[in-house]
């Protein structure tokens, strides 16, 4: 069950993202209000945090330019503060009941997704997939369906300001799934030959620039099989929604993912049990992190890129990817075991390397979610108060929301996974 209690991104951030976050959301579409209140942001917030001082870096950052003419362009002097209203108080959401629970697990339960998002966005992302992209044949629709992505997307973005908000979430939650099924796991993926399918398909998110001569062929190959035509295409919709530098943090995202799964695969092409330590890094990179990072163009508004190259927010980023991605391998821990071939999750690398029995090392990869949950939930809020620039603070909120939504997606989706009997 969850824990009870404020966490600390929860006692410092809902404040500021109820004020700045409404403000922006107004400016960004029609739902905002109604948006915004779904997000579980409402939790009463105790007294302010304490601001640390900026280090140097982050303070000329928020200073902004300080050359002739610059006055009007700093962060911290932007007047974009409405006045302070407190949200109401929202009683905090239940965890839902026909659902999974992992005893001693430390998550938030979120408030049921709109379900006429989810049923919009799930008609529309289905008609992407056949009639865009031809992403599947039909004896693989129940599985589609099974993904349940629109109940997932309207989980974790419950600002975006509209459906094709969404729905840029939606086709890139798709493109990758298909990607990693199709080229790495169970629809027919492999480690061999990984690499180069990769780094083509890596091409329908970052372009080659060539001559006239071989520039067809490759535009031609990005239609030759169902990753790369989702990767395209849900590319397509993101870059025209994107800023240029959304899009090239989006892409420096996706090169890492690719990163994660050929160290996965070289693992397991040559059956290496990696340390535990090697395999959190292989997962720190075969990680959700290209999803709660485009947080900011799903909810209509930027994080500038000084403020998401800052070391604090590239560490708030990769405890939150990484907390996500180890609830994947405690929920998906039962369908991986029945997975041809044997598939690496961080429970049975804990076994496996600290000679532990296979409940032991379930429950201490509990443990290690838990510990990376809260590490990111204080940096967070760390950074929260020492930057509480508009953005920023939306931009956190939404990354914490995203994690929520993560885990209530996975917690629901009985569907796709079971527990193991460990309890
Ligand atoms: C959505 C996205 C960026 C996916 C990339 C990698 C991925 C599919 C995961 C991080 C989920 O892990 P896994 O491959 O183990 O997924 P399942 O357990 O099969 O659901
Ligand atoms: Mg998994």
């Known amino acids: 069950m969850p824990e009870p209690g404020l966490s600390p991104l929860q006692s410092s951030l809902p404040t500021a993202a109820a004020h700045f976050g409404a403000h922006v959301l107004t400016q960004a579409g029609s739902v905002g209000v109604e948006a915004a209140d779904a997000a579980p942001s409402t939790v009463p917030v105790p ?241 959700f992190r290209p999803c709660p990072t485009i947080t900011d163009t799903v909810g209509g508004y930027e994080l500038p890129a000084d403020l998401h190259a800052q070391p604090a927010m590239q560490r708030v980023l990769a405890l939150a990817g990484n907390a996500c991605t180890i609830v994947n391998d405690l929920y998906s821990y039962t369908k991986e075991l029945a997975s041809p071939g044997r598939h690496l999750n961080l429970p049975v690398v804990l076994a496996d390397r600290e000679n532990l029995s296979d409940q032991d090392g379930y429950l201490k990869a509990v443990e290690v979610h838990n510990d990376l949950m809260r590490d990111f939930e204080s940096e967070a809020a760390a950074l929260a108060a020492a930057c509480p620039v508009p953005s920023v603070l939306r931009f956190l909120r939404g990354v914490a929301v995203w994690v929520d939504g993560n885990h209530y997606w996975h917690q629901t989706n009985t569907f796709r996974y079971s527990l193991p009997d460990f309890w």
């Open 47 to 287: 007294a302010a945090v304490a601001e640390p001082e900026p280090g140097p870096d982050l303070g000329r950052i928020l200073r902004g330019p300080s050359g002739l003419g610059t006055a009007g362009l700093s962060l911290a002097a932007r007047p974009v503060e409405p006045p302070v209203v407190e949200p109401p108080v929202a009683p905090a959401p239940a965890a839902p009941v026909d659902a999974l629970h992992i005893p001693g697990l430390y998550y938030h339960p979120v408030a049921e997704p709109d379900p006429v998002r989810v049923e919009e966005l799930s008609r529309r992302i289905k008609d992407w997939a056949l009639d865009e992209v031809q992403l599947y044949p039909d004896e693989w629709e129940g599985q589609f369906d099974g993904f349940s992505v629109g109940k997932y997307m309207v989980a974790c973005h419950p600002d975006a300001p509209s459906i094709e908000h969404l729905m840029i979430a939606a086709r890139l939650m798709v493109a990758e799934n298909a990607v990693d099924d199709c080229y790495c796991e169970d629809h027919g993926g492999s480690p061999v030959g990984l690499g180069g399918r990769l780094l083509l398909a890596h091409t329908a998110l970052d372009p080659l620039h060539t001559t006239a001569e071989y520039h067809p062929q490759w535009a031609e190959s990005l239609h030759e099989d169902a990753p790369r035509r989702s990767y395209r295409s849900a590319m397509e919709y993101f870059v025209r929604q994107a800023t240029p530098s959304q899009a090239d943090r989006f892409r420096h995202d996706m090169a890492r993912l690719h990163l994660g799964y050929l160290a996965e695969g070289s693992w397991a092409e040559t059956d290496h049990t990696p340390e535990v330590w090697e395999y959190l890094v292989m997962r720190q990179f075969n990680n």
